[in-house]
């Protein structure tokens, strides 16, 4: 069946689809307000007939240096050489549905992401991925991604093994 990539609101046809999409992953809550777009997010969808088989949700944001007692406890915006504030996109959910693996459709909607990230006028892309998803770790990998190991902080104190996938994009002069 002929499939498609595309960039979706809450007014696009396959809206309801995505939800199902995006419920049956168990990532409806990350990505989605009660199944409304949530405030500077972009979604994408790999939509094959009347369904949507795979998707990735992407937000921009100031790149930000943390606080500490070093920086007087606020957060330093990040900026290139000529003083401009430094922003990048950072992918919050991402999936295929286990029966469209391996069919390039995650390679293509990280590609689409990416080209929407350049549009923003971002310098990288970058996402962080628990140990367990190494379908996700051989993707980033292939793809030439950077990759940083570090312990996600969760609520209540507890940490998470992992690594972020950070891409860089080079802007169009
Ligand atoms: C990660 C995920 C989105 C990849 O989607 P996909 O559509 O199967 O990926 P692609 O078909 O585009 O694969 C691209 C490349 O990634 C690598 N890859 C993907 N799955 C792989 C696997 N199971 N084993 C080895 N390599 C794999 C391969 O290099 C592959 O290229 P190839 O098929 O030409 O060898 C999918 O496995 C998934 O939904 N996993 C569960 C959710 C998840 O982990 N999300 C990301 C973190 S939140």
């Not at 979604?43 to 795979?54: D, H, N, S, T």
């Not at 790149?63 to 401009?84: C, K, M, R, Y």
Request: some cysteine; charged content about 20%; overall charge negative.
């Amino acid at each position: 069946m002929d499939s498609k990539i595309e960039e979706l609101s809450d007014e696009h046809q396959a809206w309801q689809a995505l939800l199902n999409h995006l419920a049956a992953m168990n990532m409806i809550h990350w990505a989605t307000d009660s199944g409304k777009p949530k405030p500077d997010r972009f979604y994408f969808a790999v939509i094959c007939g009347a369904e949507v088989v795979g998707h990735l949700t992407i937000r921009k944001q100031a790149i930000l240096v943390p606080a500490s007692a070093l920086t007087q406890n606020v957060d330093i915006p990040l900026t290139a050489a000529d003083g401009e504030p430094l922003s990048e996109v950072f992918v919050e959910t991402f999936a295929v549905n286990p029966d469209h693996r391996r069919c390039g459709y995650g390679r293509a909607l990280q590609e689409r992401a990416l080209i929407k990230a350049e549009l923003l006028g971002c310098c990288q892309m970058r996402s962080w991925s628990s140990a367990d998803r190494v379908e996700n770790y051989a993707l980033k990998i292939s793809m030439g991604f950077s990759v940083l190991p570090a312990l996600y902080p969760m609520p209540g104190g507890s940490a998470i093994s992992g690594v972020y996938f950070v891409k860089r994009i080079e802007q169009a002069k």
